[in-house]
């Protein structure tokens, strides 16, 4: 397998992501959110998920890196979209269709330049029709999750 860099500072070596020095540099800051309470939703309409705030270099312009990552359970054949807001503006999206009620992952990665201040960073979910479904870290911690994490590296 070829090398595969990933933004910041690690590298896939073929069996492991080890540290690239030479991108080390280029890493400035990174939060996260995840979700900490169960949540559902049977809603048809779009409504806000996770949002981070985040405050981005002193001048000129930085890359920011967006990874979302979750699983949860959903209703049969119920389509749970997701989907990536920057600063109010949708710039990606990722469908989770379950084929039971067991679980359903999804994930969007994302990368675009950003000026100086402070960005919004939002995963919105809904269902595409009738059903339901929830991420419920407290009462299966070990199977359901939602993380959105940011980086900040240097254009």
């Given at each position: 397998?070829?090398?595969?860099?990933?933004?910041?500072?690690?590298?896939?070596?073929?069996?492991?992501?080890?540290?690239?020095?030479?991108?080390?540099?280029?890493?400035?800051?990174?939060?996260?959110?995840?979700?900490?309470?169960?949540?559902?939703?049977?809603?048809?309409?779009?409504?806000?998920?996770?949002?981070?705030?985040?405050?981005?270099?002193?001048s000129g312009t930085s890359i920011a890196i967006v990874r979302f990552t979750g699983a949860g359970s959903t209703s049969s054949g119920t389509n749970t979209q997701f989907q990536l807001m920057i600063d109010g503006y949708a710039v990606s999206a990722a469908n989770a269709l379950s084929v039971s009620t067991s679980l359903a992952p999804v994930a969007i990665q994302y990368r675009t330049a950003l000026a100086f201040g402070v960005h919004t960073f939002t995963v919105r979910w809904k269902l595409s029709g009738a059903g339901a479904a929830a991420i419920n870290p407290v009462s299966a911690p070990n199977n359901e999750h939602a993380t959105i994490i940011v980086e900040e590296v240097l254009a």
């Open positions: 397998m070829a090398s595969i860099l990933t933004p910041g500072y690690l590298k896939w070596d073929g069996l492991k992501y080890v540290l690239d020095a030479g991108q080390a540099g280029n890493f400035i800051q990174s939060a996260q959110s995840q979700i900490t309470v169960d949540t559902a939703t049977a809603s048809t309409s779009f409504s806000n998920l996770l949002t981070l705030s985040m405050t981005f270099g002193s």
